[in-house]
């Protein structure tokens, strides 16, 4: 019937129509549509947040952005235009930017904030970030441009386009002769060093030969244009740059790295020839942590770079602030060239850094063995040791190169050498799960058996490393699984402690159980056992396996506290559940005496009343005291549903138990305002509602106290039934 009215009787309802309600109607026919989505649009564009337009200019849509551009009236809808042309000129959307620019009121140059979520940049700053080139021709052919208005964080359209590289855009900008080529962002870079540090070299080439461009300007950290060329390979920029008056090539950043030590970091050997030449620079500047161009290019393995700066007169003895030389930086690298020139200039094989690590260690980890044996026949030694007690091999395993590790024993390696935590390369190995570096260390005789400080075997580091195959390994290898640490923790109990729910742990767990591994021993520190553990992370397939394994249900921690007590008071349904079905006694008390029941009924949960009903189906005992005289009763008065304790009620319990230390269950109602619990507690069999707290008030008394008037005259009203005086 609404569709046979006239299209001007349509038009006067849609005025009356909500956004959304418009937008369903003219869905449902291409007659609701004729008449009605001009209001549509009306509508959006007078709402205080128009979206009509700004999607048109997303997604480049003219018929949409026509018809909402027809209805621009409102500041809000002025303002929705202006974000609309910053996000088409973003997108390159010629066509949508003309069309915006040609509506009376829009401003080509404006940028700004909606809210402290939304916010806008210039068009031409979007256009030019992009690369939009016909945009930007656009924009600038128009007088109220500025060619400088930028974005966020003191940015401006050549800074933005040179930083993305977009060349022609760049040129474009420049010809205006109106922008500041110098200009510098909040971090101090112009759009030189944008467009160096991103690595566009026609971008910088034509800046520098831009005229006004200064090639000395830093950064706010000191970093300057000679500096990012260097590091990022621009030979041609640096040539230029070296020829230029002024520009002197050993100029340091704030932290004292200068640019050779830029290119020697970055391996640009040609960069290091054009510097040194310039016999301008020091090989031997040091940053602020101690860092040489020497030393960098050790630590890349750069054999070529470090011969060239040794010829130019490089310190090879030089340390950083940790202690590390050149030659320890090139044994880490594995590069045997790069050693073999360091040793050749009298590097020291036995020099240590502030850890002790010698050469001989860092060329261990680096699993390059031709490294480790022109080392030792330049005289490293090989029997030292670190501040932790680590000799070589340690190196070799946290390496992971099997080959390495038989080599450090081939040549007389105690594979049963222990650190200062008396842990062994076998622990190391275990922990890292390479299992052909620990059958390699066992061939070398490597004890399963010994133990660090903390009474830890290796297939604890296994296991807390969560390394399936490894623990597997040494199970097969025969590793006890039962093994004690100082704590008393077992391999099985750690598993379950780092259990991160993936099909590796609970793999872990099922290989120990497997093994033999004793379900129930408790930890020293809490008492806990593994079952106890995994209930706490809430892992329900390793609670079922340990239970079905035989875990005893019913241990208590050290705080009294059982499996199931601690299941409930987490509020874990299906935990509990699940430890009702392994036998778990519902009725245990913990150190407090509350039992499952007081945990749930104080926990005030969503589904307390069926945790009720299970606890109660597997025999809770419903009327067990807590220390403070609470039953599950009081406390479900107190915090639960009107069906909890009906519930409590019907499986048996007293209505006027709890007074001997803390409030009954009446009393705590009615202090509660609870006027649905007080008629249940009313009603049931053997009420007594003259009960008392600590301070001999009755429910009466302390429902006037609290104002609870609806709660007092139940009370009166069943007193008086009852034929008692109040």
């Known amino acids: 019937m609404l569709g046979e009215l006239p299209g001007d009787v349509l038009q006067c309802i849609a005025d009356w129509l909500e956004g959304g309600d418009l937008n369903n109607l003219v869905r449902t026919s291409t007659h609701f549509y004729q008449y009605i989505n001009p209001f549509l649009y009306h509508w959006d564009m007078h709402h205080p947040d128009p979206q009509a337009l700004i999607w048109a200019a997303r997604n480049a849509q003219e018929i949409t952005a026509r018809m909402s551009l027809s209805k621009i009236h409102t500041p809000q809808s ?12 973003g997108l390159g959307h010629e066509h949508i930017v003309r069309l915006i620019l040609s509506t009376e009121g829009i401003k080509p140059d404006v940028r700004g904030s909606w809210s402290a979520q939304i916010t806008w940049d210039a068009p031409l700053y979007c256009a030019a970030a992009k690369g939009h080139e016909g945009v930007v021709r656009m924009l600038l052919d128009l007088k109220d441009v500025n060619p400088d208005q930028g974005g966020g964080w003191g ?53 520098l030969a831009t005229e006004g461009v200064d090639p000395h300007l830093r950064d706010s950290h000191g970093v300057s244009i000679l500096s990012l060329a260097a590091k990022h390979g621009l030979e041609e920029v640096v040539r230029i740059l070296l020829a230029t008056q002024g520009v002197h090539p050993d100029l340091r950043d704030l932290y004292n790295v200068s640019p050779l030590a830029e290119a020697a970091r970055a391996g640009e050997k040609k960069i290091v020839t054009m510097l040194l030449n310039t016999g301008r620079v020091d090989p031997n500047s040091s ?87 022109a080392l030792l026949a330049a005289g490293a030694e090989f029997h030292v040791r670190n501040v932790d007690g680590a000799t070589p091999l340690f190196y070799a395993v946290k390496g992971r190169k099997s080959e390495m590790v038989k080599f450090f024993i081939s040549v007389g390696a105690d594979a049963n050498t222990q650190d200062s935590n008396k842990d062994t390369a076998l622990m190391y190995a275990a922990e890292f799960g390479n299992v052909e570096v620990v059958k390699a260390l066992l061939a070398a005789g490597a004890e399963f058996h010994i133990r660090n400080v903390d009474g830890a075997t290796p297939l604890f580091g296994a296991v807390q490393e969560r390394k399936l195959e490894m623990v597997k390994f040494l199970i097969s290898a025969g590793a006890d699984v039962n093994v004690l640490t100082q704590f008393g923790r077992t391999a099985l109990t750690m598993a379950c402690d780092v259990l991160y729910y993936a099909e590796t742990d609970v793999e872990i767990i099922e290989a120990l159980i497997a093994a033999g591994a004793a379900l129930d021993t408790q930890d020293q520190r809490h008492g806990n056992t593994a079952l106890a553990i995994a209930t706490v992370r809430g892992a329900l397939e390793v609670v079922n396996m340990l239970l079905s394994a035989g875990a005893t249900p019913d241990i208590a921690d050290n705080a009294g506290d059982t499996p199931l007590l601690k299941a409930s008071r987490f509020g874990d349904s299906e935990m509990v559940k699940l430890l009702l079905k392994g036998g778990a006694n519902p009725s245990i008390p913990d150190g407090n005496g509350r039992t499952p029941l007081h945990n749930i009924a104080w926990r005030r949960l969503m589904d307390h009343v069926e945790l009720f009903k299970v606890l109660l189906d ?88 609290k104002g ?19």
């Open 287 to 373: 940053s602020s942590t101690g860092e040489t161009p020497l030393s960098r290019a050790a630590e890349r393995g750069d054999a070529s770079i470090v011969k060239l700066l040794i010829t130019a007169g490089a310190d090879i003895h030089m340390e950083n602030d940790y202690g590390s030389g050149p030659l320890l930086r090139a044994a880490g690298s594995g590069d045997l060239e790069t050693v073999e020139a360091l040793i050749a200039a009298g590097a020291d094989v036995n020099t240590q850094d502030s850890n002790e690590d010698t050469a001989l260690m860092y060329a261990a980890e680096s699993g390059n063995v031709e490294v480790v044996k």
């Open 78 to 89: 002025f303002t929705a235009a202006q974000i609309a042309l910053s996000k088409a000129a």
């Open 708 to 726: 609870h008037t609806a709660v007092a005259e139940l009370i009166r009203q069943h007193i008086e039934r009852m034929g008692h005086a109040p």
């Open 155 to 207: 940015d401006t359209p050549l800074r933005a386009a040179a930083a993305s590289g977009h060349l022609d855009v760049v040129k474009l900008l420049l010809a205006t002769k109106r922008v500041n080529p110098n200009y510098q962002c909040f971090h101090g870079k112009t759009p030189l060093l944008k467009a160096a540090a991103r690595n566009h070299q026609e971008t910088v080439m034509l800046l």
């Open 618 to 705: 597997a025999g809770a005992t419903v009327d067990v005291q807590s220390r403070d005289g609470s039953t599950p009763l009081v406390m479900a008065s107190r915090h639960c549903s009107p069906e909890a304790v009906k519930l409590l009620l019907s499986a048996g319990a007293d209505p006027n138990r709890g007074h001997s230390i803390g409030l009954p269950p009446l009393p705590s109602a009615a202090v509660r305002g609870d006027v649905e619990i007080v008629r249940i507690l009313l009603a049931a069999e053997g009420i007594n509602p003259h009960l008392q707290d600590e301070n001999g008030k009755s429910a009466l008394a302390l429902a006037q106290e």
